[in-house]
């Protein structure tokens, strides 16, 4: 037999690692012959863009670089898989594909989305007596996907926007004069990566001083009145924000647009909160937004991190081999302290197109900041560090040639 592994969705720090995961656990496997990695998600599949592992992965050096490298090295996509009602041919694109290359297993990796294409093409095999398995592999540095206790990528994001916003600290605290800086962090509906900045505490930083969340709702003047008793007690300001956070009462600078999923394309927040402090406040003021830095930030990445991101990718081959399939593979936190987790499958219909907010009852009742079961939670998420391959200075990255 032959497997497929496919990457979608937004780059992370690890979804090479589920896919190092994938490919050895192939290798240990005597009954897979070809691993073949998809050029851009899904539409690979369709378009029959099919390119061999094994001609590409040749060394343990390769796994290793390519472990530890960044972003999707098979390229990836948005697209979303049609109700095969709509549009049948897509799914006999799909199946050709597999026929012709005697593919038997297909790995996804990706987040709520990429599940949604796992549940539907599953059931399209199921219901036309196909026998061919199909596993979703987590990923999303938004740790919004439902069931599991945390997606890869999102240990590695929460590393660097704490060390971020760490050194953003010691830039602000340098100066006499008063001021308020404003860091804008990835997060749509689910305000996990913010909050997570929470981490700094357990290293006795005071900072950040205020952390908002999307999952709270607040008005203009509400959020003037938290920046002012702040700035009672500390000179420089720091404050985290959700770029999904809503102002009941202010229109932020945001693009309406949606992409295919149907999610708006958020940005704005942090310049918008830094004018009405200008305006009402009148202190020094900036706001940072730190953009697509806190996805593929690997020279800072979580040891954690990348080793779980390797290991479900390769429980997803064992699972296919074992006759699963329409199944996502999940983590289990079995305790903080000692930190232990266990890998698990669920039905992937549990899992695509929705959304795992941070939970309200470890947001404080003044909803500005979060509590100390937060960090519990996410500490264990961000420990270790891998030992980054060095060229000329700088990382040195896996290309796809």
Known sequence: MNIAVAQSGGPTCAINASLVGVYKEALKTPQIDAVFGSINGIEGIINDELVDLKLIIKTNEDMELLRQTPSTVLGSCRYKLPDVDEQSDTYKKILNCFEKHRIEAFFYIGGNDSMD????????????????????????????????????????????????????????????????????????????????????????????????????????????????????????????VSEGMQIEDTKSLRDDSVDVFGHQQLSGIGKTLENLVRENIGCKVRSIELNVMQRCSSHICSKTDIDESEQIGSSAVKAALSGETGKVMVFRRISDIPYVVKIDSVDAHETANKEKFFPKEWITDDQNDVKEKAIRYFLPLIQGEVKIAMKNGMPVHFKLK
């Open 117 to 240: 294409t796992v549940a539907k093409l599953s059931d399209y095999f199921r219901e036309h007596d196909v026998h061919i398995k199909v596993v979703g592999i987590p990923k999303t540095i938004d740790n919004d996907l439902p069931v599991t206790d945390h997606t890869p990528g999102f240990g590695s994001a929460a590393k660097y926007v704490a060390a971020t916003v760490q050194e953003i600290i010691r830039d602000s605290s340098v100066y006499s004069i008063e001021s308020v800086t404003i860091v804008e962090i990835m997060g749509r509906h689910a305000g996990w990566l913010a909050a997570s900045t929470c981490v700094l505490r357990a290293n006795d930083e005071i900072a950040p001083h205020l952390i908002y969340l999307p999952e709270c709702k607040f008005t203009s003047e509400g959020f003037l009145e938290d920046v002012r008793k702040q700035q009672a007690k500390h000179k420089a300001v720091i404050i985290v």
